[in-house]
């Protein structure tokens, strides 16, 4: 199933171009501060889905086309990212990362602001007036279904929920000049595009051999496939279980590969993951500048 989120904060499946409306099914779908239904709707997978594929057989569907889709799950507890979990993409980031060649199992994980989640109906937004470099990471992100502590990778699939596209955005370092911790760099409202939905594990069946790919203004900037990632999902699920409590619908950006550069405002950002989906989102600068300048 393919579960999306669309503008009222309401919750659709899509099938082919169709979106068709299961808000009802959902409890405490809507705009309602904080927005953790989908949480919640994952949480209680096995109780919900009959009602969700009750409602989906009792609507009419609606073009996909005609709704502004928000962030799949527009309030995970948690934004989690590998960094460094591609082999040639630690080799072209060279001066601009903090990391020195180290990979994901020597650095573990770090956080994104969940505030930083966009949808495939949005843009990513730069900070006006910066002259900083802006570059975009193409990810699997892996979203997780039940609460997981102290998983071991020989369990963990079994507490994936399903995937979704996820671009990682990220303001570079200056050496020397502006060394700004990760997750500052990463966390500017917009920069977690994740979409256009979630589709349930049981769609996919390897997350390991996917074709994850990356175009800015349609020419291809990155084209690689999730069986290169060095620290694999089942092991980052027990590498993170095994710091804190993962929650029901919490989002793991599993790194990026190779072939990541820089974006501008006027370029337009597609991403394409094999068996998961596609959404393009336009980079915009922001309309006025923020007090502290970047
Ligand atoms: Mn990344």
């Known amino acids: 199933m393919r579960l ?25 779908a809507g705009p309602a501060w904080p927005p953790v239904y989908m949480n919640r709707l994952m949480a209680n997978w096995e ?39 591609y082999r040639k993409h630690i080799g072209e980031i060279g001066a601009r990362s903090v990391s020195k060649g180290r990979t994901a199992e020597q650095q573990g994980f770090f956080m994104k602001a969940t505030a930083s989640l966009v949808g495939a109906g949005g843009a990513i937004e730069l900070p006006k007036g910066s002259t900083r470099r802006f570059d975009h990471e193409s990810e699997l992100a892996v979203i997780i279904g039940r609460r997981a502590r102290n998983v071991p990778r020989s369990e963990a699939m079994g507490y994936v929920f399903g995937y979704s596209c996820l671009i990682d955005v990220t303001m570079r370092i200056e050496p020397g000049v ?13 920069f977690t595009p994740l979409g256009p939905w979630i589709v349930t594990a ?5 997350p390991h051999a996917l074709r994850n790919r990356l175009w800015v203004n349609d020419e291809a900037r990155q084209d690689a496939n999730t069986r290169d990632m060095i620290v694999n999902i089942p092991a980052l699920i027990e590498l993170v279980s095994s710091v804190m409590t ?4 919490d989002v793991i950006a599993s790194g990026t590969p190779e ?8 370029d337009s950002i597609r991403i394409g993951i094999q068996s998961v989906g596609e959404m393009t989102l336009p980079v ?3 309309a006025t500048f923020s007090p502290r300048r970047f």
């Open 178 to 190: 502006a060394e700004e911790e990760r997750v500052t760099r990463k966390s500017f409202e917009t």
């Open 4 to 28: 999306a989120v669309f503008e009222g904060h309401r919750v659709g499946v899509i099938e082919g171009d169709q979106l068709f409306d299961v808000t009802d099914a959902v409890e405490g």
């Open 284 to 286: 915009t600068e922001a």
């Open 47 to 85: 109780a919900a889905a009959p009602a969700i594929a009750a409602r989906r057989r009792a609507v009419k569907g609606v073009p996909l086309s005609s709704v502004r889709l928000l962030a799949p799950n527009p309030c995970p507890v948690h934004v989690i990212a590998a960094p460094a979990n």
């Open 259 to 266: 072939g990541v550069g820089p974006i501008v405002p006027g």
């Open 246 to 249: 993962l929650n029901p619908g």
């Open 202 to 206: 049981d769609e996919v069946s390897d």
